[in-house]
């Protein structure tokens, strides 16, 4: 049986990165940030990579990793989704790791080890929003050299090397000052998507692309519940936190039992969420034969949740909820931007319409 | 310290001494109570070996693999979910002794005379009236909502033995013999046609002042007690998936393609997933447990089924078109346990409407989970410091 409980590890782990990001972190700093135009916080990544050794935690010992497996990885989401902290750590340290995990080929091995230390960031340049065995865009391969344009390549503007799917069915490795890199103007500003051109990019092969990719956006898809709780967990209790402060009509705001229920429920559905999200991190960990379902399980359940738990957390924080200044506008642009990246809710119950056998008419 | 082997030896004693196919099954029962594997985390004596809770489960599989006669604990859940507890917690060693044997072998099945017509989620606000005479109490008034009354010997029963201080305060809990004169059950039919609850009457009922449960005026803390195993019991049981109520329709689906919408695929998909989390988060919950570290999840887990019955179970009706128009049977019938999976559609989603209602209905259940877990304030009291007579009715 699935193991869904933390260990005494993770709950460590979880301690020293939550000590982290609340001294590298806080909201306003955030803010400020992402308004600039290097809204990535390198200082936090070398953080978290150098001195945490994070960025190598799917990646084998022997490649210059941790070893460690999506349980903890999952954690290390749950605390980032917390802090909305703007680092390539799910697009580069998962997807992109994950793909090259997939790849035999000892330029593949190379970019792992290099990725693991988290010295050079990678992105799978593939649009944030493509589910698992959904279709995606490819770019014509020619003469060893890549010729188009992808969009909506999340972090795209932090990597240093970039994973991109041609039309002769590999994934090739490209650097990206080999590539034109235009960032977009992004619903979440703490994960921007950019577009990447391609114009005779020089490209070294991988391996084949499908099973390559397959892996990375179900890894994506899985473990993204784990950041959805994060940013769910953080607006519930932020938003218990001001109506037990905030007063109206001579009585705290948070003992009207209107408001009351409405947190309740919110309660319960991170509750749920943090059971489910467990239970993808864990199959994936294991390898699980129920892995697919478990991933599309999770996301059929985390990603509402989260949209809907930012959303409360706005409306209950009425007047300074609609400012830019109090963060939880980076939680719902978060919250909402996840609910689409690796396909929305709806296409996860697609796909598990089929895996569970619950055929459509 | 009694640890699993310990139990296993002396569960293979009990079976070598009691074989299951050639003892009496209330003989076995009685055996078994005897030897300490009834209840392993009571103490000697009562059925138990004070060993942990959690080592229930190694004696429960020794038996079931013996194939050892059980004691219908479904048809007894609320002498072993409530009465027992309480007993055990608050009872004179007299209670205990006399009590929980036949309790637990079900020779004597339990009800709990709590709810009242004007006193349900507010149920300290009860009128029913027990007056001091003697070494006795007359007990006067009406309860209402009672399981399995019309099979019960005993019930446990909250009664307001001081009106003269505020509601929480004069209660008093008893132990009361329902074959006394003056105790009339009348059935209580429900949506469902059924009559699976009961009213009780209670006419100058006397009960013993040795059946008092705890302190005089402290029958309100003695029923916390009682109300806490109340909801325990619900989410601590592995099932598989598509194990509750999501299992038939998902079923009829399958089988009958002629019956599916696209409007029904995306309600029954999304109510499949919310369906599967609930049951994920009931086994995180027993994780929790059985390493010892219970979570505050259980609050939430009724709240959830109670939902997700009735949202699924409608669908069922619909689902089933011409043949949702129709009901199994209207007669008035006295079930002794309710079936939630093996009946039909429509007496499932007319049953179901009672899971936010019975042991707490889920807006009671909210403002417990926003007040005790999330720590919100609670609603403004008017009826605290008011005796209870004085309270507008």
């Known amino acids: 049986m699935t193991d869904l409980l933390y260990s005494e590890e993770e709950e460590a782990l979880r301690a020293a990165l939550r000590d982290l990001l609340a001294d590298h972190c806080d909201a306003a700093g955030v803010i400020t940030r992402v308004e600039t135009d290097t809204p990535h916080d390198r200082a936090l990544w070398k953080a978290l990579a150098d001195g945490m050794g994070l960025a190598g935690l799917l990646v084998p010992e022997s490649q210059g990793g941790q070893g460690a497996t999506h349980r903890e990885v999952a954690v290390v989401l749950e605390e980032l989704g917390r802090a909305v902290a703007p680092v390539p750590y799910l697009t580069s340290a998962v997807v992109a790791t994950e793909a090259l995990l997939a790849c035999e080929s000892e330029e593949a091995a190379g970019l792992l080890t290099a990725l693991a230390s988290g010295r050079t960031i990678g992105a799978l340049a593939i649009a944030l929003n493509v589910a698992p065995r959904a279709a995606h865009k490819a770019v014509r391969h020619e003469d060893g050299a890549l010729h188009g344009e992808l969009t909506g390549i999340a972090d795209a503007a932090a990597a240093d090397v970039l994973l991109v799917p041609a039309d002769d069915g590999a994934l090739y490795a490209v650097d990206a000052d080999a590539v034109t890199v235009t960032t977009q103007v992004s619903l979440d500003l703490t994960r921007p998507v950019a577009t990447v051109t391609f114009d005779g990019a020089p490209a070294r092969r991988l391996g084949d692309a499908e099973p390559a990719v397959r892996r990375a956006l179900r890894a994506g898809a899985g473990l993204l519940a784990s950041e959805q709780l994060g940013v769910a967990d953080w607006c519930l209790t932020e938003t218990v936190r001001y109506l037990k402060e905030r007063k109206q009509f001579n009585r705290p705001v948070g003992g009207f039992q209107a408001l009351k229920h409405r947190l309740a429920q919110l309660w319960l559905e991170v509750v749920n969420t943090r059971a489910a999200a467990r239970n993808a991190a864990d199959a994936l960990a294991t390898e699980s034969t129920d892995a697919d379902v478990a991933v599309a399980v999770a996301q059929a359940y985390a990603a509402p949740v989260a949209v809907h738990t930012a959303e409360e957390a706005l409306q209950l924080h009425a007047g300074i909820g609609m400012t830019w200044e109090h963060p939880v506008h980076l939680y719902l642009k978060r919250a909402k931007a996840d609910s689409i990246a690796y396909g929305t809710a709806g296409r996860h119950r697609e796909a598990l319409a089929e895996l569970v056998d619950l055929q459509a008419p | ?324 128009l129709l009901y199994e049977d209207w007669t008035m019938r006295r079930p ?32 417990i989970v926003a007040e005790r877990v999330l720590g919100l304030p609670s609603e403004p009291r008017t009826d605290k410091d008011v005796a209870w007579k004085d309270l507008a009715r």
């Open chain 2, 1 to 324: 310290m009694t640890d699993a082997a310990e139990l296993r030896r002396r569960t293979q004693e009990l079976l070598a001494a009691h074989q299951p196919g050639a003892t009496d099954r209330l003989d076995f029962l009685k055996a078994r109570f005897d030897a300490g594997l009834a209840w392993v985390h009571y103490p000697e004596g009562l059925g138990g070996l004070g060993a942990p809770r959690t080592l229930q489960a190694v004696v429960d599989a020794e038996l079931e693999a013996a194939d050892a006669p059980d004691n219908d604990p479904r048809r007894i859940g609320i002498g072993l979910g409530m009465a027992a507890p309480t007993i055990l917690k608050y009872g004179t060693e007299e209670q205990k002794q006399r009590f929980l044997r036949p309790l637990w072998t079900g020779e004597e099945v339990w009800c709990q005379l709590f709810s009242e017509p004007g006193a349900g989620s507010d149920l300290a606000a009860l009128g029913t009236r027990a007056v001091r005479e003697g070494d006795e109490w007359v007990v006067n008034g009406q309860k209402v909502w009672t399981s399995s009354a019309h099979l019960a010997r005993w019930a446990i029963l909250i009664a307001r033995t001081d009106p003269d201080v505020p509601k929480h305060a004069g209660i008093t809990y008893f132990l009361c013999d329902m074959t006394d004169p003056g105790v009339e059950v009348r059935p209580l039919r429900q949506v469902t046609g059924e009559a699976e609850f009961n009213e009780v009457f209670l006419t100058d009922v006397r009960i013993p002042d040795t059946r008092r449960l705890g302190e005089v005026g402290d029958g309100w803390r003695v029923a916390q007690t009682t109300l806490n195993n109340e909801r325990v019991a619900i989410g601590g049981m592995r099932i598989p998936r598509e194990g509750g109520m999501i299992g038939p329709v998902s079923k009829t689906w399958r089988e009958r393609p002629e019956l599916r919408t696209h409007d029904l695929h995306q309600r029954l998909l999304t109510l499949w997933v919310e369906a599967e989390v609930a049951r994920l988060t009931g086994e995180r919950l027993r994780q929790q447990m059985a390493v010892g570290q219970p979570g505050p999840e259980g609050a939430g887990m009724k709240l959830a089924f109670a939902r997700l019955n009735q949202e699924i179970s409608g669908l069922e009706v619909e689902l089933l078109g011409e043949e949702g």
């Open chain 2, 336 to 367: 002794e346990l309710v079936d939630f999976t093996g009946r039909d559609a429509g007496y499932r989603y007319l049953r179901s409407k009672g899971n936010s209602i019975e042991g707490g209905t889920s807006e009671v259940l909210l403002n």
